[in-house]
Structure formats: C-alpha cells, structure tokens
C-alpha cells in the first residue's frame, strides 16, 4: 500500500469521526434534521462540482433516479436523522 492511499484512509477516518463530535456541539443549537439537510446540501453540491471537474456526467433515467432518492433517504437521512435526534 502507498503513501497516498494510507493519507486518504486516515483523512477519511478524521473527516467522518470529527463529524459526530462536531454534530454534538451543533445540534445543541439547531434542529437536528436542519443541520443534516445543510450538511447533505453542502456535500451534494461539493459532490457535484467535483465530478463536474473531473469530468463526469449524471447519466440517470426515471428508475436510476429512484434508485438514487430511496437509497439516499434510507441510508442517510434515516440512519443520520435518528443518530442526530438521539444526540
């Protein structure tokens, strides 16, 4: 295994494990569902961007798009929604 790819594992683990504590301290603030749906249109939108730079296309018909949504609602928004509410 090289160099970069132990930096983007150790970078992955920092960015994912700094967002619960950082979620701690927000939802303390603001409504939990509020800040997940800023944190997904944040990431959404950087998603975007950079595939956009990198040169790839959304290439989805009716059905790839609802495969997208359902997968986006039961992975992240219900999974992070109760884990922000439980917090």
């Known amino acids: ?3 970069r790819s132990i930096l983007m594992g150790v970078t992955f683990s920092f ?8 979620a701690k301290i927000i939802v303390s603030a603001a409504s939990p569902l509020m800040v997940l749906s800023i944190r997904f249109l944040i990431s959404g939108i950087l998603g975007i961007v950079l595939a956009r730079m990198m040169g790839q296309k ?3 018909d009716r059905v ?4 997208v949504v359902i997968i986006g609602i039961s992975q992240n928004a219900l999974y992070l929604a109760f884990n922000f509410i439980a917090m």
């Open 1 to 3: 295994m090289d160099f």
């Open 15 to 22: 960015i994912w494990s700094s967002a619960f504590t950082s």
């Open 58 to 60: 959304i290439e989805l």
């Open 64 to 67: 790839g798009w609802s495969v």
